[in-house]
């Protein structure tokens, strides 16, 4: 070792590790200063305002997201709202200028009412549509060419070549189980079995509860509508009287007064016209107007109240019978209805309100005053007070429910408001009628066989006229005016 020069010597001390640890030392590590002092808590950060994204000052650009304020629109709606917003849309029907109106007025409601939003929003467009004139005529403006403008009209897309493997296929439309709206939307059909179960729940529950109801016996029924021949001019209105309960009601009373006077309101005009020829030969004297209209838009029932109100002084009787059956789901009509809802309940507290002027005028006469409503009660069940129109709980046991205790509360709070009209929610049993005619397939061939099972508990629909021109004319229903006095009662046991 003595030979080796003294660069030698340092790089044998570099690979031999005991001579290395002479020449490396470990690193030197920093110790942190300890803390002293006192401790200052922080306070938690509150937020104290909410930032409204369509009015708010952020950028257009920023490396998170792209958003211009002219695209932001009026209206900011959270997911939920928005998914329904979209589908109130897609179920509005734009097919006439007048629906359409009705439609967009019905869509911007629903739409500021979710968003919190009072007032109108949107543009609102006012104008009447330009016709061009024809070439030749004065006035007409021809069509000018925009330069730099691609015409489109004689261009046909290449189609592509695809592998026949790779290649999918849409199903059929007639034989699918869904209405495809567009290739983006899709729309699952309500389940059939599904909706005839629940129908066939309340046809059963119907038939049994209607079987148990106690009425009043025949006899008495008809010793009562014999007396009815002192009655003389009656002036009534029937709505649903082309068929059914309505028709065999309208028709005792032609048979058992004189000179009645009776508008029938029905959506069916050879029914009517048919009915109007039957009545006219029960009864020379007495006189049938037939009014063509369907009651399930509130706008015809104004109509239908507006041209009485033309003709008539007073009317002694409303009579409500007109019913909807469906195995659909929700199924709205251009005013924003579930048009069983609004057949069963709606138009006829539209038609009792309306005309309340005019029936009121016979009670002050001293003269007969009814309102008869026939639907189900006693049948109520629970309904939804957050959602009385039943837009997101419907069912059809649910749309029952609410027609019915909303009936009760109608006739209640009329009843109320006006003491010298009677007025009844009746519940006719069960009465074979042809509000099963909406029905079609073996929905319908199902329930013609339920009734001949059940043919020992079911009213025949005369006798169930009979029962209600009772319920219009005896003293056994009196206003609550006349209950707060006496009960004209002697005749049950004359």
Known sequence: MSALSEADEDYVYLLNPIRTERHISAPRTRRKPG????????????????????TSSQPDRSQHYTWPINSRGQIVLEEKDYTRARDVLLRLDFATPEVATTGTKRWTDEVAVMAGTPGQWGQRIVGEKVTPKPPGEPGHTP???????????????KRKVENAQNRVLLPNASTSDVNVLNGTMIRKKPKPDTLLAELATLIISSLIFGANAEMVSIDIVRQSNEGAKELTGLVGVFVGATSGIGESTVKELFKRTVRPRIYIVGRNADRGNRIVSELRSLNEGGEVIFIQRDVSLLAHVDEVCKEIEQKEKKIHMLFLTAGFMSLRGRNETPEGIDKKMAVNYYSRMRFAINL???ITAASAASELSRVITVLAAGSEGDIRLDDLELKHNFTLHACLAHCVVMSDFM???????????????????????????????????????????????????????????????SQAYPA???????????????
């Open 35 to 54: 803390l002293s002092g006192p401790i200052v808590t922080r306070q938690p950060r509150i937020k104290t305002a909410s930032f409204d994204l369509s």
């Open 143 to 157: 069509a000018q060419s925009i330069p730099n403008v691609l015409d489109l009209t004689s261009m046909r897309k």
């Open 356 to 358: 309340m002027p005019l």
């Open 411 to 473: 006739v209640e709070e009329l009843a109320s408001r006006y003491p010298g009209t009677a007025f009844s929610h009746s519940y006719p049993g069960t009465v074979k009628t042809g509000i099963a005619s909406e029905l079609s397939g073996p929905v319908r061939l199902a329930i013609k066989v339920l009734y001949s099972v059940v043919a020992p508990w079911i009213l025949n629909v005369q006798e169930s006229g009979e029962r209600h021109f009772f319920q219009l004319t």
């Open 480 to 494: 609550a005016r006349a209950r707060a006095g006496q009960r004209a009662l002697t005749w049950l046991t004359a």
